[in-house]
């Protein structure tokens, strides 16, 4: 299965899990350890809390979807952390627009970066850093 379908079904079955209480979601980029033709992974947190000013919102997790993380072939992330994070943007940002996207745009935001990086923001409710 192509790394695109591979993101939605992960997605998807994310939703049927999604639990009360989650005010904003971040996908965190992270590099695996051993892992063979893989570079780079995403997870999803839900935090109970979001604020435009603090980058640090996603430390407040109080859900996480089963399978929590996903790895990225590094077929579709390439080598370069920097297209590794536009690609997966890209992704997210059209699975946030699509029909099966909705449940994301419940919260207050959705943004992806890697772990200890800046945040990227995907959507937000207010419509500033998107």
Known sequence: MEFP???ESWLND????????????AFNLFEPAGMEGV???VELIGSDRYADSDDDWPC????EPEPRALAIPLAFSGSA???????????????VESPSGA?????????????DG???RIWTAS???A
């Open 39 to 41: 570079k780079y992974g």
């Open 127 to 129: 419509g500033k850093g």
């Open 118 to 120: 800046d945040l990227h």
């Open 81 to 95: 952390w920097t297209d590794c994070l536009e690609r997966v943007r890209g992704l997210l940002a059209q699975y």
């Open 14 to 25: 994310a939703a049927r899990q999604l639990q009360p209480g989650v005010r904003a979601f």
């Open 60 to 63: 407040d997790e109080v859900w």
């Open 5 to 7: 379908s591979l993101l």
């Open 103 to 115: 449940w994301l745009t419940s919260a207050e935001a959705v943004a992806v970066g890697f772990v």
